[in-house]
C-alpha cells in the first residue's frame, strides 16, 4: 500500500473520535483496528468491552427520557454521509457473518481475488470474536455489491465466470433469434428493447433498474461518458470510503430494487444516469431515513451530467 493509500484509509477511521462507530473508544490508543498482535488487540477489545459494560449498567438506572436524548444527540452528531454509513451500517452489514460469495469470481486479478478471500476469513474471524473491523467495512460493502451482482447473474442464466472477460458480449444483444432470459429472471432483469439491440459487456444487465440500464446504454452510444469509469465506481472494490467515493449499497436479496441505495457521491457524479428512475430515488432516501439521513435531492442538470 503506497502512503496516499494508507492516508486515505487512516482518514475514514482517524475520525473514530468524530464519528465513533465503536462509542467506547477514547483515544487511538483504544483503535485495535490494523494492530496486528493478537494479544495487544484482544487487550484494548477487553478494555473497550468492560467500558461498554459499565456504559450499558449506567443506562440501567437513568430515565427513558434520558437515554432518548443521549440517542439522539449521539444520532445527530455529525452530517457526514461517510461517518454515518459506516456507524449505522455495522449492524446491519454484521448481522450475520460475512461471506465470500460468487461476487470474488468477477475480479479477474488471481492475487487480488485471494487477498479479498483472506479479507473475508479475517472478517469472519473478528465476527466471531463479536469485533467487527471497522477498516474493512467499505470494502465488504463493496463485495457485498459484486455478490449480489453474480446473484442476478445466476437468475439471469449468465455464466458469472466469463464476467470478468472485457470481450464478453451480452447475450441478450442478438442479430438471430431472441434470447429468453432463465423462467426464474424477475421482471426487474428482464432485457429492454435496448439491450437486445445494443452490442455491450453484460455487466449493464445485471442492475434491477430498467430505465437506469437503458440510460447508460444511450449515454455509452453517444460517447457522453467512460463506460469503464462507471463500471470502477460502481463495481470496483478498492477506493476512498464509503461516503467519498460514487457507491452502491445492497440491503436486501439482489433482484429487487427496493433493497438498492446510492450515495450522495454517485448523485453528485452520475445523477443524469438516474434521472426517470423513481425506484432507485425511492429507494436510496427510504434506507437514509432508516438511518435517520435526511433525503437526498435528485434534481439533476442534463447538460452537466456525464
Known amino acids: 500500500m503506497d502512503s496516499s493509500s494508507a492516508v486515505k484509509g487512516q482518514d475514514v477511521l482517524a475520525g473514530l473520535d468524530r464519528f465513533k462507530p465503536l462509542p467506547d473508544l477514547r483515544t487511538h490508543a483504544d483503535d485495535w483496528t490494523g494492530v496486528t498482535s493478537r494479544q495487544e488487540r484482544k487487550r484494548r477489545q477487553n478494555r473497550l468491552n468492560q467500558r461498554a459494560w459499565r456504559r450499558r449498567k449506567g443506562a440501567h438506572y437513568t430515565s427513558d427520557g434520558q437515554q432518548s436524548q443521549t440517542v439522539t444527540a449521539t444520532s445527530t452528531h455529525t452530517s457526514h454521509d461517510d461517518s454515518v454509513v459506516l456507524r449505522d451500517t455495522f449492524p446491519s452489514i454484521f448481522a450475520r457473518a460475512p461471506i465470500i460469495g460468487d461476487g470474488i469470481l468477477l475480479i479477474p486479478n488471481v492475487c487480488e481475488a485471494e487477498r479479498l478471500r483472506n479479507l473475508i476469513r479475517q472478517s469472519l474471524e473478528d465476527y466471531s470474536l463479536q469485533t467487527p473491523r471497522p477498516s474493512?467495512?467499505?470494502?465488504?460493502?463493496?463485495?457485498?455489491?459484486?455478490?449480489?451482482?453474480?446473484?442476478?447473474?445466476?437468475?439471469?442464466?449468465?455464466?458469472?465466470?466469463?464476467?470478468?472477460?472485457?470481450?464478453?458480449?451480452?447475450?441478450?444483444?442478438?442479430?438471430?433469434?431472441?434470447?429468453?432470459?432463465?423462467?426464474?429472471?424477475?421482471?426487474?432483469?428482464?432485457?429492454?428493447?435496448?439491450?437486445?439491440?445494443?452490442?455491450?459487456?453484460?455487466?449493464?444487465?445485471?442492475?434491477?433498474?430498467?430505465?437506469?440500464?437503458?440510460?447508460?446504454?444511450?449515454?455509452?452510444?453517444?460517447?457522453?461518458?467512460?463506460?469503464?469509469?462507471?463500471?470502477?465506481?460502481?463495481?470496483?472494490?478498492?477506493?476512498?470510503?464509503?461516503?467519498?467515493?460514487?457507491?452502491?449499497?445492497?440491503?436486501?436479496?439482489?433482484?429487487?430494487?427496493?433493497?438498492?441505495?446510492?450515495?450522495?457521491a454517485f448523485v453528485k457524479k452520475w445523477g443524469s444516469l438516474i434521472q426517470d428512475c423513481p425506484e432507485i430515488m425511492d429507494s436510496t432516501n427510504y434506507w437514509r431515513r432508516k438511518r435517520g439521513q435526511p433525503a437526498l435531492t435528485f434534481d439533476v442538470d442534463t447538460d452537466t451530467g456525464p
Open 136 to 264: 474493512n467495512l467499505h470494502i465488504i460493502i463493496r463485495l457485498n455489491v459484486l455478490n449480489a451482482i453474480a446473484d442476478n447473474a445466476t437468475v439471469i442464466g449468465f455464466p458469472k465466470e466469463s464476467l470478468c472477460r472485457d470481450e464478453f458480449i451480452s447475450p441478450f444483444y442478438q442479430t438471430g433469434p431472441i434470447q429468453i432470459p432463465s423462467p426464474n429472471c424477475p421482471a426487474s432483469l428482464q432485457p429492454t428493447s435496448l439491450q437486445r439491440s445494443t452490442a455491450h459487456h453484460p455487466w449493464i444487465d445485471l442492475f434491477p433498474f430498467p430505465k437506469f440500464r437503458d440510460n447508460v446504454l444511450r449515454g455509452m452510444q453517444k460517447g457522453l461518458f467512460d463506460d469503464d469509469e462507471l463500471c470502477g465506481d460502481l463495481l470496483g472494490v478498492e477506493g476512498a470510503g464509503v461516503g467519498e467515493q460514487p457507491s452502491l449499497l445492497v440491503w436486501t436479496i439482489a433482484w429487487d430494487a427496493r433493497g438498492w441505495e446510492v450515495n450522495a
